[in-house]
């Protein structure tokens, strides 16, 4: 099944429909213990703009293969990636660091992310509209809106979900009618590779999808030089989306960028079930997700109950081999962890109380929770992106929702409480893309709206927000005589 993507632990490009050798390749170590897994290729120059070319010259094909022959395909595409979910999940916990149990979660997730997808474009493809439905306006013009697609999408995924964030760019863009030009994260690339396969065995046409496998420091200034890029969909860090954005102009983007997500815990809380909650959220993938919790802003009074409960919650986190499901595995890199260690220091010399479960062991960090925390602290406002808690107390709902708004990221924020009118004050107030009450931060289910504003993102996902993005709206105006 994948053999033919890779000799030896050497991995191939995908390049106008072929696997070919690269002349230069990139190492690939696993987070977990060092082991070597594979190299991988950094393309050329030359392999690059050959991507772009090939996207482009196939793409005019794919937009005009009959709907329901795009939705074959990616239904056996699907297909494919669910019989081989164990040996891709198996990668991913190697690559990546992930516990196996999220890893397969990841891929079936994937799965059904891809046939919904499917099913959503075959309900969102066209409307009629009458003019005189404006009292002022003729009744003599209809209206045929179609949707079409845009061109080359350039689709960059993260390290932290190699196959479901990238099948949340590819398949939305694949059903409308694009090609895709896919930049996965150098960690995470063969994940990528093994997902580009079970695209390739559903039926994929050569050159619908091109890899670009690399450093991006590299291969991001040669595709930023290209015309031929039609959108950008892109997740990662805030300062590489916005030189994305600086460097492609004018065309449609959407971005899933950096998060500060707050967890706001009022009086008359449910202590136990904001406690579970917000362990939950803030520590699964010891902490490396956009939505994960990260911070608490808790009212004065339930304090002390709720730090004590969190507290025993963190005790219980399992730490250690994604493979024996540990909730708290080794960071994807000992400079993470130095960043996160570093912020940690920051809080403690600046008078926060920490509580860990355990030393750092190379890049394995133990679970912390930072009480006492002021707002002079940068665990107060920069995000980790590990597993740190900072707790931040408040005296008034008032003061909570302006730090929770004190912050350059607006992705999610969750409130826990009962008074539903008191919370729903607050949700209103609060400056994010989504605001779960009584719940953790998170993107799924993924037919929910996922956005975030200010420096965490552009653009709306979720199956239908991500097909209208991946295509552009083409009106037809008949006029009646
Ligand atoms: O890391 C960013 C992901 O979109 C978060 O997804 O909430 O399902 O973990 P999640």
């Known amino acids: 099944m994948f053999q033919e993507i890779r000799e030896n632990n050497t991995y191939k490009m995908f390049l106008d429909g072929n696997w070919l050798k690269s002349e230069n390749y990139i190492k690939i170590y696993s987070p977990i213990d060092n082991e070597f897994l594979g190299s991988i290729p950094a393309m050329s120059e030359k392999n690059v703009l050959e991507a772009i070319d090939s996207c482009e010259k196939n793409f005019k094909n794919w937009k005009d293969m009959p709907f329901f022959d795009r939705c074959k395909i990616l239904l056996s595409s699907a297909d494919k990636l669910f019989e081989n979910r164990e040996e891709i999940a198996n990668i991913l916990t190697k690559e990546i660091s992930k516990d196996y149990k999220s890893s397969l979660a990841e891929v079936v997730r994937s799965v059904d992310l891809i046939r919904e997808i499917v099913a959503e474009g075959k309900r969102i493809n066209g409307e009629v509209l009458f003019g005189d439905r404006m009292s002022s306006q003729t009744k003599n013009k209809l209206c045929i809106v179609s949707r079409e697609a845009i061109g080359t999408v350039l689709a960059i995924s993260p390290f932290n979900y190699p196959i479901n964030l990238s099948v949340s760019k590819i398949a939305p863009a694949l059903i409308m009618g694009n090609t895709v030009l896919f930049k996965p994260a150098t960690q995470g690339s063969i994940s990528a590779l093994l997902l580009i396969r079970t695209l390739e065995l559903g039926g994929l046409p050569k050159g619908i999808i091109n890899t670009v496998i690399g450093k991006g420091s590299i291969i991001g200034p040669i595709i930023s030089k290209s015309s031929k890029i039609g959108m950008v969909n892109f997740t990662g860090s805030t300062s590489i989306g916005e030189s994305l954005s600086n460097s492609f102009g004018m065309i449609p983007m959407t971005m899933e960028l950096g998060g500060k997500d707050a967890a706001i815990v009022l009086s008359d809380a449910d202590l136990e079930d904001a406690a579970d909650n917000i362990v939950q959220g803030a520590f699964s993938y010891s902490g490396q997700r956009c939505t994960a919790i990260k911070r608490v802003l808790v009212m004065k009074d339930v304090s002390e109950k709720l730090n004590k409960l969190i507290k025993e919650k963190v005790s219980k986190l399992t730490v250690g081999n994604p493979f024996d499901n540990c909730i708290i595995t080794p960071l994807i890199s000992d400079d993470a962890a130095n960043f996160v260690e570093k912020l940690i220091d920051d809080a403690v010399l600046k008078g926060a109380i920490r509580y860990t479960t355990g030393k750092r062991n ?120």
Do not use: H, W
């Open 362 to 481: 190379k890049n394995l960090l133990y679970p912390t929770i930072l009480e006492n925390v002021s707002l002079d602290m940068d665990i107060a406002f920069e995000e980790p992106f590990g597993p740190v808690l900072p707790i931040i107390e408040v005296d008034s709902i008032q003061e909570a929702i302006e730090i929770n708004n004190k912050s350059i990221y607006g992705l999610q924020s969750s409130i826990f409480g009962k008074n539903i009118d008191k919370i729903f004050n607050i949700a209103e107030k609060l400056e994010c893309g989504t605001v779960n009450i009584n719940g953790k931060s998170e993107r799924g289910p993924d037919n929910f709206p996922f956005l975030g504003i200010k420096s965490s993102g552009m653009g709306v996902q979720g199956i239908r927000y991500s097909l209208e993005a991946s295509s552009r709206i083409k009106s037809i105006v008949l006029n009646k005589k």
